[in-house]
């Protein structure tokens, strides 16, 4: 297809232009025209994707600008956009990659360390308030669990549902704009809490500070582990199952839950979503 | 897993001013609920924006949809692609269609895909015999896969090419007549492609069949200079100009009284705002739907002053 092949070649080439200033493309401008009018349709690409990086990661923008300015956010969303443009027309879902991308930035004194923690905190409830939607588990059901089969559960976590481990005091950046910075282990759970009304999709996003002990524990149960396994666990010394599981709960992100049994003859202990 | 929406009969998009729903005054419409206070019956959205597994943006528009007719005006799909169009993308689309069974859908005659690449912005198009063979066959394959008409609209320009040889119109009006697919007339992209390029938008509008086109956009454009020269920029960021004002009175008074949007994506203004400047469409199409609507006894009245 020899028309179509040219027409693929002139928006490759309208394409280089946009994401690296290639400038091969303006050849084919009508010629009474300046082709300097190109660098709208640049900076209308580059600026807008800068700004859909920084909607998605209002945290590390405002806490790299508070130290460093605007500027540096901006560069580095520009870098990111033009190695690794949108493949999706949906523009939020754009941006899951920045936070890996910004860890294997070489050298990687170029960014505060914290960066890509507080970038993948930022993704982590931008993921939650977009994922799908899911009844809460009935209470009922768990409480009727015998507490001799407790230890066999594994939890099945509600779709919004978010863990970020890290060695920075991330929930203490994103809650509070005068934190500054420090090494600390911890974790941050998130997940969309549904609404008071009847709408199965309302809701807000929440962020809960969890101990590192705890946040190996909350790994561990949602990467399918039963209560037994993930307590046994050594990273989870000290953790309070207790008090996690009430979390979960009340905050109804957790959808479902198996127990780890050979089936009954009625089949019917499990809730899975 | 959330229940499946209620089946829904289209709700047609009514001749009448209608406003871009962006996400910042989405909670007031959900919130107004079945009583909505506004003169406003209809809103148009990016479907993009609610392609998400769940969530409050999604169970909103679903809401808001219930109370009043929805138009679907899409942004990534691309129908001046030269590799065709994404066939996932197509049935996204399609699901949500069906969901929302939307009164009104449109794309634009532009480009946003290359090798799989989405660039966000609305890419102008050479208008050559190859790039209008590519484009209808993209429309057929849009309007097979969705099931349903679509309307394409005049992109806003700074830039042509120099093997374009058929003009704008002329190229959207042999789409219509070979694709069957209508018209969105962007009277703010009219404006500022004639300015930017030197074109009559007289001219430009008499190549244009009446028939064809199902609605009409309007929207603010900023000024910048670029280079000495003055250049004016489709932003979406302000009130609708007068000079625009009176081209969509001629449209109007051209091809009669059509559903008319406001647009307005940067530096939003408060809902009142956004529906002050519906109330500018809505005054310019009551007053051509009177002429149209005029029964004959009201002409005697004008006849007997």
């Known amino acids: 297809m020899p028309a179509d092949a040219k027409l693929a070649g002139f928006q490759r080439d309208f394409a280089a232009y946009l994401l690296h200033g290639d400038p091969a493309v303006a050849g ?47 560069a580095l969303a520009c870098r990111f956009a033009a190695e690794a443009p949108p493949r999706l027309p949906m523009l939020w879902s754009y941006g899951a990659g920045f936070a890996d991308w910004l860890a294997d930035l070489e050298p990687a004194a170029e960014i505060p360390a914290w960066a890509p923690d507080l970038a993948r905190l930022d993704w982590a409830m931008h993921e939650a308030l977009f994922a799908a939607d899911a009844e809460p588990l009935d209470l009922a059901r768990l409480a009727a669990i015998p507490p001799d089969q407790a230890g066999s559960l594994r939890l099945a976590p509600h779709p919004s549902l978010r863990l970020v481990r890290s060695g920075w005091n991330i929930h203490a950046l994103w809650k509070d704009a005068a934190a500054t910075p420090a090494p600390l282990p911890e974790a941050v759970l998130i997940g969309r809490v549904p609404g008071d009304g009847d709408e199965c999709g309302a809701g807000e996003v929440r962020c809960t500070r969890l101990t590192a002990a705890d946040g190996a524990l909350a790994a561990g149960l949602l990467a399918g582990a039963t209560l037994n396994e993930a307590t046994a666990d050594g990273a989870t010394a000290g953790a309070d199952l207790q008090s996690l599981l009430a979390l979960l709960l009340q905050n109804r992100l957790l959808a479902g839950f198996a127990l780890d049994r050979p089936p009954s003859l009625t089949g019917r202990e499990g809730n899975d979503p | 897993m959330a229940a499946a929406a209620p089946s829904t009969l289209p709700r047609p998009v009514p001749v009448a001013a209608g406003v871009g729903l962006r996400e910042p005054h989405r909670e007031a419409f959900v919130a107004a609920g079945g009583s909505i206070p506004w003169p406003i019956p209809w809103i148009e959205i990016h479907p993009e924006n609610y392609l998400v597994p769940g969530g409050p943006r999604l169970a909103g528009i679903l809401r808001v949809r219930r109370d009043m007719a929805v138009s679907c005006h899409g942004v990534g799909l691309s129908l001046g692609s030269a590799g065709g169009l994404d066939p996932d993308h197509l049935m996204r689309l399609r699901a949500l269609y069906d969901r929302l069974e939307p009164g009104l859908i449109s794309e634009h005659l532009s480009w946003s895909v290359t090798d799989a690449t989405y660039l966000n912005d609305l890419l102008p198009l050479p208008y050559t015999e190859d790039s209008l063979d590519r484009v209808r066959r993209n429309i057929d394959h849009a309007q097979d896969a969705f099931g349903r008409r679509i309307l394409v609209e005049n992109p806003a320009a700074c830039l042509a090419f120099a093997d374009s040889a058929i003009p704008e119109a002329e190229f959207l009006a042999e789409l219509a007549a070979r694709t069957g697919c209508g018209l969105l007339l962007d009277v703010n992209n009219l404006y500022v492609s004639s300015v930017n390029l030197g074109f009559d938008p007289s001219v430009w509008l008499d190549a244009i069949p009446a028939e064809a086109v199902g609605e009409l956009h309007l929207a603010g454009h900023a000024r910048m200079t670029l280079g000495g020269e003055e250049l004016l920029i489709d932003d979406h960021g302000s009130a609708v100009g007068e000079p625009v004002m009176a081209l969509c009175a001629e449209v109007l008074d051209r091809i009669g009284p059509r559903p008319v949007l406001i647009e307005w994506d940067n530096d939003l203004p408060p809902l009142d705002g956004l529906l002050a400047e519906a109330g500018r469409a809505q005054r310019l199409l009551d007053a051509r739907m009177r002429q149209v609507q005029t029964p004959a006894k009201i002409v005697e009245v004008h006849r007997a002053g």
Do not use: C, W
């Open chain 1, 28 to 74: 084919a401008l009508r010629p009474d025209l300046p082709a300097g009018r190109l660098a709208v349709y640049r900076n209308t690409v580059m600026g807008s994707l800068a700004a859909v990086l920084g909607h998605a990661h209002p945290t590390l923008r405002r806490v790299l600008g508070s130290r460093l300015g605007e500027q540096p956010f901006t």
